[in-house]
């Protein structure tokens, strides 16, 4: 099984609107984190944001935060008043574990595309 | 000084080559990694080396060839590569196995 799936091949929002990336992950182990990065064509991976398995709030940075369901594993990037630059792909990604927990797993990506 | 650099950012190699891509981290981290991009699917994550020794193989084919000679340079060298090789060379580094990875621009690698 996959251990992230994203669901959304691409997703439009108009500029300044919110918009909601989805992900589900799949694990046993009580102890991940959960990341999402956003990769522009230039190619580079950017972290925006990560969401331990034992953190009671949602994660926020800036205009992106986290929707973390823990009981139904999800863990959905919400970007509030989108811009232009926000174009790009992102990837959610879990880490299990803790000890040599080293690998990071990456779903396949949402395609998001801001329309002004 | 970017936290992750990579050098070349794009490489085009025949398959007879024998070519190296090169990764800095100035952000004082102790693990590094490489993974693979491929067109419509997931990263794979290739090496990872932890204080200067790999720590993770994922079953990689011998013409890749990784190096971690200190904490802060990666190599990965490449010979006899195929077509199928061609793809985004990602390069990460993190403080610690579990801490967030941070990424370098890539290399896109053609493999004629």
């Known amino acids: 099984a996959q251990k992230i799936t994203q669901t959304q091949p691409g997703m439009f929002v108009q500029e300044k609107e919110a918009v909601t990336l989805d992900c589900t992950y799949d694990t046993s182990d009580p102890s991940y984190g959960l990341f999402w990065y956003k990769q522009p064509s230039s190619g580079e991976m950017i972290f925006l944001i990560y969401?331990?398995?034992?953190?009671?709030q949602n994660a926020t940075e800036g205009r992106y935060s986290l929707n973390f369901q823990k009981a139904r594993k999800s863990a959905n990037l919400v970007i509030s008043a989108s811009q232009l630059g926000d174009s790009a792909m992102y990837f959610c990604?879990?880490?299990?574990?803790?000890?040599?927990?080293?690998?990071?797993?990456f779903g396949t990506g949402t395609r998001l595309t801001v329309i002004p | 000084e970017t936290g992750v650099t990579q050098t070349p950012r794009h490489l085009v190699m025949g398959m007879t080559n024998k070519k190296s891509l090169k990764c800095e981290q100035h952000?004082?981290?102790?693990?590094m990694y490489w993974y693979k991009q491929s067109a419509k699917k997931p990263l794979e994550l290739m090496f990872v080396y932890s204080l200067e020794e790999r720590v993770e193989n994922n079953s990689v084919p011998s013409r890749f060839s990784p190096e971690c000679p200190n904490s802060s340079h990666l190599f990965l060298h490449l010979h006899t590569l195929q077509p199928e090789d061609s793809a985004l060379y990602l390069c990460?580094?993190?403080?610690?196995?579990?801490?967030?990875?941070?990424f370098g621009p890539g290399t896109r690698l053609l493999v004629l």
């Open positions: 990460a580094s993190s403080r610690d196995g579990r801490e967030t990875q941070y």
């Open positions: 952000l004082g981290h102790n693990a």
């Open positions: 990604a879990m880490r299990e574990g803790w000890v040599g927990a080293n690998n990071l797993f």
């Open positions: 969401q331990g398995s034992y953190d009671q």
